[in-house]
Structures are given as structure tokens and as C-alpha cells.
């Protein structure tokens, strides 16, 4: 889920990431290719790509399971290497949406038999897209809420689609928060067990992100984030600037 422009409580934009999947042990880590823009990442341990990532030119940048797909594509990329190679190559979201257009028409994107759904954010706006092979729609976000789950949303990958139950719950959250979203706001929802086991919060969730975006450059982006279950752990800040 995101808050966007005048939709924020700060002079930032806000996106935030809980990763659902095995619990395996999680690696944050710092990578920068000679050449590419610095990247804050983490991801499963031993994965060369990331779920969560935020680069030295505050580009956030989350990837999430979408539909299942037909025809599973071979031959091509993952698609957490992908979101490392964006985070690597791209610094705003109309540059992010441009790389994916072009992943998208050449069939590199695997997610074995599900597209993705792609949450990125810059300093001025975010973008919501969703990707299955060969296909892919997206939507800008300027100054409002939005979120997703594992389901297709936008009309031209699925058509209208009854909403699930994390979804609404996750964007009536912040739809309620609208024009005073704080990353604490976001944090506290990432641990959110209400209406378990379909809560927010559930027993595979294995690491959060907040990104906050600051709109004057001159202020470092940066993330508050969980490395582990995040009832379990502390929320920790950390910008791709580290040393």
C-alpha cells in the first residue's frame, strides 16, 4: 500500500511491502554495481534478486505475486532479479514503467505460474503495475491512497474482480488516514492480525518495508524495516547510504 503527494502526513511519499512467503531467514543488504545506482535490498538468503529494494536516487521498488498465468513462460528472468536490475538501472517510476514495458513485450519476466504485481515510488508520484507474459497495464498514483493483494485490479489485465479481503482491508486503512499517513501508521498495519487468518499480518509473513521518499532531495530516502516476522522484530531505518 502507498500514500502519495497531499495524501501523506509528511513532505514525503510513503510506500510500504509486507513479503508473505516461506519463513526462511531474510537478507538486507547494500549492492552497488560499478556503474548502477546504489540499491538497499532484501530478499530470501542466497537470492542474487530482491522483493524489497531502494535505490541511492529514492526509487522504492516492491514486487508481489499477481493472477496465475496460462502458458508459464521458460527461458527468462525473475522476477526478483528484475526488480534489482530496475532498481539497478531506473531512478523514477516513469523510467521503472518504461524498463518493464520493455521486459514485458520480449517475455523475460517469470514468476512461474503467477504475473507480478510492481509497487514503485519516486519523490514526486508512484505507479502501480501489473504484468502477466506479454501483457502488462499500469496506473499512476498522484496525491491518493492505494493497494493491493495478490489479485489483478486494473480493467485492462482482469476487468471488475469482488475485492479480497486483505486488499480491503489494507486500503480502507489508509483511506482513512488520508492527508495525515505517517510510516509509524504503516508499520503498525504491517502487524495488524485483525480478521486472522486473512489478516494484513499472518503466519507467512516474513519481512516489512516502509519506504519514505522525502519531496526535497536534499533529505535522504530511506526505509523502516523488518527483517524477519515483524511482530517479532523491531523496525529499523536504514538508507541506501549506509556505510
Not at 3 to 32: T, Y
Not at 69 to 96: G, H, Q, Y
Amino acid at each position: 500500500y502507498m500514500a502519495i503527494g497531499s495524501a501523506s502526513g509528511l513532505e514525503a511519499n510513503l510506500v510500504h511491502k509486507n513479503r508473505d512467503a516461506r519463513q526462511v531467514p531474510q537478507a538486507p543488504v547494500i549492492r552497488h554495481v560499478s556503474g548502477k545506482h546504489r540499491v538497499l535490498g532484501s530478499s530470501d538468503v542466497g537470492d542474487l534478486g530482491l522483493c524489497h529494494a531502494l535505490n541511492s536516487e529514492g526509487l522504492a521498488a516492491k514486487t508481489n505475486t499477481g493472477d496465475p498465468v496460462d502458458i508459464p513462460l521458460r527461458k527468462t528472468i525473475s522476477n526478483t532479479e528484475i526488480l534489482r536490475l530496475v532498481a539497478e538501472t531506473c531512478a523514477t517510476c516513469e523510467e521503472a514503467v518504461d524498463a518493464m514495458r520493455f521486459y514485458s513485450d520480449r517475455g523475460l519476466i517469470s514468476n512461474s505460474n503467477r504475473g507480478c504485481i510492481w509497487l514503485f515510488a519516486d519523490r514526486q508520484r508512484g505507479v502501480i503495475v501489473e504484468e502477466a507474459p506479454f501483457k502488462i497495464a499500469w496506473r499512476f498514483i498522484e496525491n491518493d491512497v492505494d493497494a493491493r493483494q495478490n489479485e489483478f485490479k486494473l480493467p485492462e489485465m482482469t476487468g471488475n474482480r469482488p475485492e479480497a479481503i486483505r486488499y480491503r482491508l489494507a486500503l480502507g486503512k489508509v483511506t482513512e488516514l488520508r492527508g495525515r499517513v505517517a510510516p509509524a501508521d504503516l508499520n503498525a498495519l504491517s502487524r495488524s492480525t485483525e480478521n486472522h487468518p486473512t489478516s494484513i499480518c499472518h503466519d507467512a509473513t516474513n519481512s516489512t518495508t516502509t519506504s519514505v521518499l522525502p519531496f526535497d532531495r536534499r533529505r535522504p530516502a530511506y526505509w523502516e524495516m523488518t527483517c524477519g516476522h515483524p511482530n517479532n522484530t523491531f523496525f529499523i531505518p536504514v538508507s541506501p547510504d549506509a556505510r
